[in-house]
């Protein structure tokens, strides 16, 4: 019998309509350079794709669009909420080469071997990232495609220094860390697979930058704090008083603005590598 796979720890996100709503327009301000990434590992036309913890589908469908009709990629995820999002998604843009399916990547398992694995912003909650991939990547064919694209949340910065802003993504990085989440994953993605048994990957770095009221920054800054405040007073990181969530975006705007601030949202570090074969 093969050893256990760690399942992921439990998400701190959670998988309300509110938190699927905020995933689809993270999808939205990162979709542009996951779609380069994507791009850069050599996910093509006719490809089937398997997309881990898929989460609302975002990925999945720009996977789908590289790899056209004669292609196809299943998005699996543990949350029986998001799949039924996603596959609502697809549904309602007519999408018929992506599907998607309740599983834990540790359970997961199929008869078809696929010709890439991919994944954003999953492993950095699983204990064992490497032992996830071990098991996954079995069911990728030979010289098929292993990438995955994660953040590196220390990144973040702004110039000249914004402290209000400073302040708010350390709270949610100090929410990430105390709940187990690993807030570099990105910088790691290397280690990680090659741990897994898997060649020295190529990496790229890609992140966001803005400035001016109109950033997007400023409301993904205050709705992933939202969402965390449940985790942030519950860990002693803030309580809500402390964070004014109803009017932080705002305020973060009215300081960058003042300030004239240029941003650097989180980088996305991707790493994608091929499965050796004879």
């Known amino acids: 019998m093969p050893p256990e796979i760690p399942s992921a720890n439990s998400y701190v996100l959670g998988h309300s309509s509110e938190e699927l709503d905020r995933l689809i327009a993270q999808g939205r301000f990162f979709g542009d350079l996951t779609e380069h990434f994507l791009r850069q590992a050599g996910i093509r036309d006719g490809m089937r794709v398997l997309d881990l913890g898929c989460g609302a589908g975002d990925v999945a469908f720009l996977a789908a669009r590289l790899v056209g009709p004669a292609g196809a990629v299943l998005g699996i995820d543990p949350s029986a909420e998001s799949i039924a999002a996603a596959s609502r998604r697809a549904e309602t843009a007519g999408l018929s080469n992506v599907a998607f399916a309740v599983s834990d990547a540790a359970k997961f398992t199929t008869d078809t071997p696929v010709d890439a694995l991919i994944g954003r912003l999953v492993l950095m909650y699983f204990p064992d990232p490497a032992a996830a991939l071990r098991h996954l990547a079995a069911f990728v064919k030979p010289h098929g495609i292993v990438a995955f694209q994660e953040f590196d949340l220390d990144g973040v910065t702004t110039e000249p220094p914004c402290p209000l802003i400073e302040l708010a993504v350390d709270r949610v990085r100090q929410t990430f860390v105390r709940v187990g989440a690993e807030i570099r994953m990105g910088l790691k993605l290397g280690r990680v697979i090659e741990d897994a048994g898997l060649p020295t990957p190529e990496m790229l770095l890609a992140a966001r930058i803005e400035r001016g009221s109109d950033a997007m920054a400023y409301r993904q800054i205050a709705e992933i704090t939202r969402t965390l405040l449940p985790a942030m007073e519950k ?44």
């Open 235 to 278: 860990t002693g990181v803030a309580t809500a008083e402390a964070v004014g969530i109803d009017t932080l975006a705002s305020r973060l705007r009215e300081e960058a603005v003042a300030l004239k601030a240029t941003l650097v949202s989180p980088p996305l570090i991707g790493a994608w590598t091929r499965k050796p074969g004879t």
